[in-house]
């Protein structure tokens, strides 16, 4: 009902809304799911270089009369925007407006429409026992990754044409977004019990099939933020960020060995890396992922999204 008022109220403020007129940007895939990446291009006349100011799109997510949040194009008018995998399914209004001021900037609106996933099945653990120099060192690695994503550029587009896959043959061994819940386990029944009060995590990439040792391709051109390694058992082991501009990363988790280092620039389907096992206790695989304006979404439907809709 909120979003019927506010189209409504936007009638009434001007009675010309109903008339043909040049649309201020496009939104290419106007229908999402959770998970998923939206595209919008800005028309040039309406780009930040030809306005002499910047702008932006704004979404009003919560459907409230609040200032939506803003979206900042690259420097070819394009915005990706990452839709969270708990967004609330229906739809949301686009527009443009003078970055930071969220001063509308014209009439045009268009509206996006965002529909509800399955992500699978949970997986079930146990709650680590908390131990405070752990809990001290991992923070010091998410200080590590946080600087890295904090040089990302959302302005330039590396790019080159389409996306291709990590690796030469894909196999799925987790899907996206599959809830992780800690749990107790029963073992006369055989049956998990989540504990309450601790909310589900959803997996944040995608396990692939990988032996040690399988060359990791860029799925696109780019700069290396980071080749760290992170030996804490359970987390990223040898991890690989790259900066493909436009506020688009693509991260790669327990590799064995680094084909690059930070600062280098790769070309699209370069070797970066070999899979591994690290940490210790780690199975053999390549964890895939890709943040898109900080925000993990799907990273082969974000390749299919890309080459589907992208035009260079």
Not at 101 to 109: A, E
Not at 200 to 217: E, N, R
Request: with cysteine.
């Amino acid at each position: 009902m909120k979003i019927i008022a506010f189209l409504v109220g936007l009638i009434f403020l001007s009675p010309n809304i109903s008339d043909a007129q040049a649309k201020s940007f496009y939104i290419l895939n106007p229908e999402v799911e959770q998970g998923d990446v939206l595209i919008i291009i800005i028309e040039p006349q309406w780009q930040t270089k030809a306005m002499g100011f910047s702008i932006c799109a704004s979404v009003k997510w919560d459907g409230s009369d609040n200032p939506g949040q803003e979206y900042t194009p690259n420097n070819y008018g394009k915005i990706f925007i990452g839709i969270e995998v708990d967004m609330k399914p229906g739809e949301y209004i686009v527009f443009l407006v003078e970055c930071g001021r969220g001063v509308r900037l014209d009439w045009y609106y268009d509206v996006i429409k965002i529909s509800e996933r399955s992500f699978g099945k949970p997986w079930y653990r146990t709650l680590p026992k908390r131990n405070p120099k752990i809990s001290a060192r991992r923070e010091e690695e998410k200080k590590i990754k946080n600087e890295a994503y904090a040089k990302a550029s959302a302005g330039e587009d590396y790019t080159d044409g389409d996306f291709v896959n990590p690796l030469d043959s894909i196999t799925i061994n987790d899907s996206f977004g599959t809830p992780r819940i800690y749990g107790v386990y029963n073992k006369k029944t055989k049956t998990w019990m989540a504990i309450k009060g601790i909310p589900s995590v959803p997996h944040g990439g995608v396990d692939l099939q990988a032996k040690i040792g399988t060359p990791v391709k860029a799925i696109n051109s780019g700069l290396v933020l980071l080749a760290h390694d992170f030996p804490l058992s359970g987390t990223e082991g040898k991890m690989i960020i790259l900066d493909h501009g436009s506020g688009i990363l693509s991260l790669y988790l327990h590799l064995s060995r680094f084909k690059v280092k930070a600062g280098n620039s790769v070309k699209k389907g370069e070797i970066i890396a070999l899979s591994g096992a690290t940490p210790k206790g780690t199975p053999p695989h390549l964890h895939f992922m890709t943040r898109v304006n900080e925000t993990n979404v799907d990273p082969l439907r974000f390749i299919e999204l890309a080459n589907q809709y992208l035009v260079k």
